[in-house]
């Protein structure tokens, strides 16, 4: 490989550094633009009650929507958002819309509660606008109870005394409290449960193999039983297929979310669905 690259490996390594730096800018610029003109959108994705494929909860997931790229991933813009603190911003934009959204669903008569992903820095900057939120939801007729925030493992186990602090205020004040991505990380149970955890979401990379794989199936199984006798429900993650529901179904798994049951949906798609599954009952 280094061969290959001959003399001018070290021309070319700058090159291609140059151009990242570059593409960082450019994205920071249309970042920046996107956020003053309000480019972004919540999509919704059902979480539905494994037993009757019901539903009853939701993930908001963040979606820019790019004059010219068209729909953009969050995996390749909440990092930089993250890096340069414009994620309090796009917090803001996140909670505000899953209230107006959360409104619209109370006008409706439709009981789901709303998962946000929050970010680490959202919980660890000094100065954070989680500090308000209790108060907004009392001024807009919202209870924290129809919330479920999402933090990922990595934010329990490092945890400052100001992400215990804030952690601690929030389920005190009612919001539920998910802990996403779970068994990639290091997190023990007993700590979760300790930190008033209600859920834990299995990650997709779990759910993918238990087809297919003994072990992966026994993985599943183990965190879900380990899960139920702390208390914690469990929500699975990235069930594509009926043979994945049919075995989390088997194994006790309480909450299932992923393609095979919907796709992360604009929110107008996403009360249709509600209204037309409520017509059906
Ligand atoms: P996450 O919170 O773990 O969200 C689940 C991701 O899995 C979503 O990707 C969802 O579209 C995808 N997914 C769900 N079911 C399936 C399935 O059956 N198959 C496949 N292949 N994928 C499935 P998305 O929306 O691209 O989000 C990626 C990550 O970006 C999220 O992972 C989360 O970490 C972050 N993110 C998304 N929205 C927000 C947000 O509003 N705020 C923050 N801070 N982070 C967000
Ligand atoms: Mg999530
Ligand atoms: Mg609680
Ligand atoms: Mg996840």
Redesign the pocket.
């Known amino acids: 490989e280094a061969k290959q690259h001959g003399r001018n490996g070290f021309a070319f390594f700058n090159a291609q550094m140059r151009e990242q730096a570059e593409h960082r800018m450019t994205l920071l610029k249309d970042l920046r633009v996107a956020l003053a003109q309000q480019q972004f959108a919540?999509?919704y994705?059902p979480i539905v009650k494994m037993t009757d494929q019901s539903i009853v909860k939701a993930?908001?997931?963040?979606?820019w929507l790019h004059p010219d790229k068209g729909i953009v991933?969050?995996?390749l813009f909440?990092p930089l958002a993250e890096e340069t603190q414009l994620?309090h911003g796009?917090?803001e934009f996140?909670f505000n819309s899953a209230c107006e959204t959360l409104c619209t669903l109370n006008q409706l008569g439709h009981q789901v509660q709303l998962s946000?992903?929050?970010?680490p820095v959202?919980f660890t900057a000094k100065h954070s606008t989680l500090n308000n939120w209790h108060q907004q939801l009392n001024a807009k007729g919202l209870t924290a109870e129809q919330f479920v925030i999402?933090i990922?493992e990595g934010l329990m186990m490092n945890a400052l005394p100001r992400t215990q602090q804030r952690l601690a205020a929030l389920t005190k004040q009612g919001f539920a409290l998910a802990l996403?991505?779970f068994g990639t990380g290091y997190s023990s149970l007993a700590y979760l449960k300790q930190m008033d955890t209600d859920f834990i979401?299995i990650?997709?990379r779990f759910v993918d193999g238990i087809a297919n794989s003994a072990d992966d199936l026994a993985l599943c199984e183990a965190m879900i039983m380990m899960a139920h006798q702390l208390g914690l429900k469990v929500i699975a993650?990235?069930?594509?297929t009926a043979t994945q529901h049919q075995l989390l179904l088997q194994a006790g798994c309480d909450f299932g979310?992923?393609?095979?049951y919907a796709?992360?949906m604009p929110k107008d798609s996403f009360i249709k669905l509600l209204n037309k599954y409520l017509k059906e009952r």
């Open positions: 919540l999509y994705q993930e908001a997931l963040i979606r991933s969050p995996a909440i994620i796009m917090g996140i946000i992903n929050v970010s959202q999402e990922t996403d991505d979401k990650d997709k993650e990235g069930i594509e979310q992923g393609f095979y796709k992360p």
